[in-house]
């Protein structure tokens, strides 16, 4: 059956006499994100055709043989036209696990990335042997909050702060920590670090790195549906590392450490930064790819 013309980007067929059951929408829309060179098709129609029909994944199985109801196969189609608009399932279903946590997310912040969750990972690396004391972490550009409630899930005696220059992301972080019972930090509108008083045992960070002349040839995942104060890093992607190097020595406790995401090609252009701000970067541990991704440094 094939899809009617709408804007540019197919409708689902209605079924007329004899509507579609549910594994046939789900297929029709694989087909349709196949042919639109999406990366995860089957996937995408998956999740969305069950968050259409308020099914998860062992509902969605069990319903394969249903008929759907009037007005069904119309709301999938809505959300289906949204992704053969390249916009991101996130955003569509609008939430995100990260680290085991399902994290709302919306149009003023990032969706949380798997590669970021390296930063989580050298973060407790490096605060390994003082994990059982009340930890004082800064997330600065915490987003999500995806960052601070990944640590603050597994260091029970820890407390947070996350910084953003964006409201709307502090308040889709606050919800985000109270509705997973993280309440253990507290949200302050500035930039990076200018609010912050007192030392902190870790500071994280994923800033915006790509440079000013590369957005446009991002994805348009990315480039359309990201916030762009999240991604521009300035002429060469480095203006907020300059700016961590320049803040962090001050705020950071004696045996404090700072780690930060990276793009690729910055390690050793951060790592130099660090160093000549007085900090002591270690190697750069890298992501499931392989490439260097997150880059712890001591006082």
């Known amino acids: 059956m094939a899809p009617v013309a709408n804007a540019g980007v197919a409708v689902a067929p209605l079924g007329g006499a004899n509507p579609m059951i549910v594994d046939q929408v789900r297929r029709f ?27 998860d994944h062992a509902g969605l199985v069990a319903a394969g043989a249903r008929k759907l109801a009037p007005g069904e196969a119309s709301a999938v189609a809505a959300l289906a036209r949204r992704r053969l608009a390249h916009e991101p399932i996130a955003r569509i279903v609008g939430s995100k696990e990260f680290w085991g946590l399902e994290l709302a997310v919306d149009a003023a912040t990032l969706v949380p990335r798997p590669e970021t969750e390296t930063v989580v990972e050298a ?27 990944a640590l603050l899930s597994e260091l029970p005696t820890a407390f947070g702060v996350g910084t953003d220059t964006n409201p709307g992301a502090l308040t889709v972080a606050r919800d985000n920590a109270r509705r997973l019972g993280l309440t253990r930090a507290s949200y302050i509108a500035c930039d990076l670090a200018v609010a912050l008083r007192g030392t902190f045992d870790l500071i994280v960070s994923n800033p915006p790195y790509v440079a000013s002349a590369d957005i446009a040839a991002l994805p348009p995942e990315v480039r359309l549906f990201d916030p762009l104060r999240a991604l521009d890093g300035g002429p060469d992607g480095l203006h907020f590392y300059r700016a961590l190097a320049g ?26 930064l660090f160093a000549a701000a007085g900090l002591v970067p270690s190697a750069p541990r890298p992501d499931l790819n392989g490439m260097p991704r997150a880059l712890v440094a001591r006082k």
């Open 247 to 272: 803040a962090a020595p001050a705020l950071l406790a004696a045996d404090g450490a700072l780690v930060v995401e990276l793009g690729a090609g910055q390690a050793e252009l951060v790592a130099a």
């Open 123 to 149: 973060a407790f690396a490096a605060v390994d042997r003082g994990r059982a004391r009340p930890l004082r972490i800064a997330d600065l550009g915490t987003g999500s909050g995806a960052i601070l409630l």
């Open 29 to 55: 829309w694989a087909a349709e994100f196949h042919a639109a060179g999406l990366d995860s098709p089957e996937l995408d129609a998956r999740i969305l055709v069950g968050h259409a029909l308020s099914l």
